[in-house]
C-alpha cells in the first residue's frame, strides 16, 4: 500500500473513532439544575385532579328516572378537610363559584350552554358534579338529565377533554 492509503486509513480511524466518543456522550447525556425554580402558586396548592380526554354517561336500566351518570373511583386524596381549609373547583379552567364543600366531599352545579355557529343556543344544560373522598378512595360522579343532556355534554368533554382541580386557598 501507498504512504497516503495509510494516511486515509488513520485519518478515517481518528474521525470514526470521534464520531463515536461524541455519540456516546450523547446518548448518555443528563441534565442538571444550578439553583430552583419555584413557579407554585402561593395561594393555591392542588389538592385533588382529574384530568381524561372524554367522558362517557350511561344511564342503569333498572333506574326509573331519566338521569344519565358519569362516575369513576380514583386513588385517595391524603389531606382533605372541608370543614378547616377553603378550597376552590376548577373545570376546564373555569372556576365553579356555586360550590358547597363538606368535610369529606365536594359538590357543585354547573349550567352549560351550547351554541351553533351562528350564535343561536341549541340546548342549555345542568352539570351536577359531587366528589366524595373516602379514606381508601376518591369517587367522581357526573349527574345530568337526559340522553339528549348527556349528548352534548359528551361531545363537549369529547372535544375540549375534562380537566378538573381542587385547590386549596392558602392565607385564607
Not at 356555586?98 to 349550567?111: C, E, K, M, P, R
Request: aromatic share 16%; with cysteine; hydrophobic share 40%.
Amino acid at each position: 500500500m501507498k504512504w497516503h492509503t495509510w494516511l486515509i486509513c488513520f485519518v478515517l480511524i481518528f474521525v470514526g473513532g470521534f464520531c463515536t466518543i461524541d455519540l456516546y456522550r450523547k446518548i448518555t447525556a443528563e441534565s442538571y439544575i444550578r439553583g430552583s425554580i419555584n413557579i407554585q402558586n402561593q395561594f393555591t396548592m392542588e389538592s385533588f385532579n382529574y384530568c381524561s380526554t372524554s367522558v362517557i354517561f350511561y344511564h342503569d336500566i333498572y333506574d326509573d328516572t331519566n338521569f344519565y351518570t358519569f362516575e369513576i373511583d380514583l386513588k385517595p386524596v391524603e389531606d382533605f378537610n372541608g370543614q378547616k381549609n377553603k378550597y376552590q373547583v376548577v373545570l376546564n379552567n373555569y372556576i365553579l363559584t356555586d360550590t358547597q364543600i363538606a368535610a369529606g366531599s365536594v359538590f357543585s352545579q354547573l349550567n352549560m350552554d351550547f351554541y351553533d355557529i351562528e350564535g343561536s343556543m341549541l340546548r342549555s344544560t345542568k352539570l351536577d358534579i359531587s366528589i366524595k373522598f373516602f379514606s381508601n378512595k376518591t369517587t367522581l360522579t357526573l349527574v345530568t338529565d337526559g340522553h339528549i343532556n348527556a349528548g352534548y355534554l359528551e361531545q363537549y368533554f369529547n372535544d375540549n377533554g375534562i380537566r378538573l382541580f381542587v385547590n386549596e386557598i392558602k392565607g385564607v
